[in-house]
């Protein structure tokens, strides 16, 4: 299984913000993304913290 990762407009612009300051950070947010979004990890159980990615959804692929 893997997921299609829709990035939220503001995700892109507030991403667009890090390309001067940081690009090799933002580069390996996208392969950390990518990564997960081929291959994501089973959890436990479900976790209770508030999302910390916000501004992208995903759906799942087969």
């Given at each position: 299984?893997?997921?299609?990762?829709?990035?939220?407009?503001?995700a892109?612009?507030?991403?667009?913000?890090?390309?001067?300051?940081?690009p090799?950070g933002?580069?390996?947010?996208?392969d950390?993304?990518?990564?997960?979004?081929?291959?994501?990890?089973?959890?436990?159980?479900?976790?209770?913290?508030?999302?910390?990615?916000?501004?992208?959804?995903?759906?799942?692929?087969?």
């Amino acid at each position: 299984m893997s997921y299609t990762i829709i990035w939220d407009e503001s995700a892109i612009n507030a991403a667009a913000r890090f390309l001067q300051d940081d690009p090799e950070g933002l580069r390996q947010l996208m392969d950390a993304v990518d990564l997960l979004a081929n291959s994501p990890a089973r959890r436990a159980a479900p976790s209770t913290a508030p999302p910390t990615s916000a501004g992208c959804t995903s759906a799942a692929t087969a």
